[in-house]
């Protein structure tokens, strides 16, 4: 074991105590902190004994999932999609997370875009061949807007292609560009971040945790565990700021 493992290990043991008994966790969580919770998770649970069962989704399918009943224990969304549901009563709490920007995937190797501005950035949109995008994912609903405002809407439209994992797309050939997360980039070894939206385009998502039942001592650990400066850490190294 490395020395930052098991630091993480004895800060999570400190953080969340000895359970009397091991439970699972239902946990609905949006894909841009997969990497991060794919590291994670197995930490937790070795210092916990408790078992996650995650359930991977754009944010906005999971909110709807919610409202319809789905059952969880923790929810992992945007800020504005958990907000809706402490409102609704659908979540006890909501506890910030970390916030991403919207980066542009290319091939590995492949010469990096100019992106200084939305022009460089509408540039590269109408000599682009292809295009991936998540059109469900909180970037794909924003960058709508944005392809809209640019007056590329119709132009681009044959060009884009709706995938479930925008790097894996882009590593794999089956679009020349592509556009998400950072960390939903970084897993691909055949794409890289060619860049980041300008400035003047550019959109950070923030994201946020919280749990469906404020008497649930598990779910309450998980998000405790997830708030540690060694969790926060691993947060960071996977392309996400944590806040």
Known sequence: MTIRYLSLVAAAALTLGSPAHADEITVLSTTALKTALEE?????????????????????????????????????????????LV????????????????AVAIKKGAPKPELRSAEDFKRMLLSAKSIAWAEQGASGIYLKGVFERLGV?????????????????????????????????????????????????????????????????????????????EATAVIKAKGLEPL
């Open 87 to 102: 409102r609704q009563n659908k979540l006890a709490s909501r506890t910030p997370l970390a916030r991403s920007g919207i």
């Open 40 to 84: 994670l998770g197995p930490k937790f649970e070795q210092s916990s004994g408790h078992k996650l069962a995650i359930t991977w989704g754009p944010a906005a399918q999971l909110k709807v999932q919610i409202e319809k009943g789905a059952a969880f224990d923790v929810a992992i969304l945007t800020d504005a999609g958990a907000d809706d």
């Open 153 to 229: 809407a119709e132009q681009i439209k044959g060009k884009l292609k709706a995938v479930r994992a925008v790097g894996e797309a882009v590593a794999k050939g089956e679009a020349e560009i592509g556009f998400t997360q950072v960390s939903e980039v970084l897993p691909y070894v055949g794409a890289e971040v060619g860049g980041m939206l300008p400035p003047d385009l550019q959109s950070f998502t923030k994201f946020s945790i919280g749990f469906h039942d404020k008497d649930s001592k598990p779910a309450e650990a998980l998000v405790k565990f997830l708030t540690t400066q």
